[in-house]
């Protein structure tokens, strides 16, 4: 079973620039989530979908950040404009719904945002 | 609101030291509890995890019991290798998952 796959891995960009992120989770996994983790800090939830309803965004920065899960299967997380504070991996996360779901989310590799 | 605490590092330990990484929480009713480790180079993974009171958690060798009195879901192994160096990361789930801030553990040969 290939797991949660996110591109790209790495990203320099200059503030106000802006970047994209995507993500496909687990095959069969209703739900998706996006995390922020700040260097030394544990991931922090951004955004939080179920198919392609939301279910949390109560903390992401919605002036600046924008995420997408339009068919249901794979979603994009949007910055723009990028501050320096962005500088983070932006974690993407999977789990199934229903009586699957054990309550563990499966992680992908991550993407490293660096703003300059 | 819901939050976890755990232990701050880096630790540093020889081969075959105990370990234990704290780890207590806060939280409004009855949160599952979590372990997830992060080794170098990869993605968060699931260690060992507690549905309810009293539950301990087990893996490779790690164990953690979900102690409801003290609010706390300390980590333990007994003997560490070098292949367990990585980041430890406690969690709660009680609606969304709340991660600790993590602990960094070295093992040296």
């Known amino acids: 079973e290939a797991g949660v796959a996110q591109s790209p891995r790495y990203k320099i960009i200059e503030k106000r620039q802006s970047v994209a992120f995507w993500c496909n989770p687990i095959?069969?996994?209703?739900?998706l989530y996006w995390y922020q983790q700040i260097l030394g800090q544990g991931p922090k939830l951004l955004i939080q979908?179920?198919?392609?309803?939301?279910?949390?965004d109560s903390q992401l920065p919605k002036d600046r950040f924008s995420a997408e899960r339009l068919k249901g299967v794979d979603s994009t997380l949007k910055i723009q404009p990028a501050k320096l504070e962005d500088s983070a991996v932006y974690l993407c996360?999977?789990?199934?719904?229903?009586?699957?779901?054990?309550?563990?989310?499966?992680f992908g590799e991550g993407s490293r945002l660096t703003v300059l | 609101g819901n939050s976890v605490t755990q232990m701050e590092g880096p630790v540093t330990l020889s081969e075959e030291a105990f370990l234990t990484i704290n780890c207590t929480y806060t939280?409004?009713?009855?949160?599952?509890l979590f372990w997830y480790v992060q080794y170098p180079g990869e993605g968060l993974q699931l260690l060992l995890k507690?549905?309810?009171?009293?539950d301990k958690g087990s893996n490779k060798g790690f164990e953690a019991t979900y102690r409801k009195e003290t609010t706390s879901f300390h980590l333990e192994k007994g003997s560490v290798q070098v292949s367990d160096s990585a980041v430890y990361f406690c969690?709660?789930?009680?609606?969304?998952?709340?991660f600790g801030a993590g602990t960094r553990l070295t093992v040296k040969p």
């Open positions: 979908f179920q198919n392609n309803g939301v279910v949390d």
């Open positions: 996360a999977s789990s199934p719904a229903g009586v699957r779901n054990t309550g563990e989310l499966f």
């Open positions: 969690a709660l789930k009680r609606g969304d998952m709340r």
């Open positions: 939280a409004t009713g009855y949160p599952s």
């Open positions: 095959s069969g996994h209703a739900t």
């Open positions: 507690a549905t309810k009171a009293d």
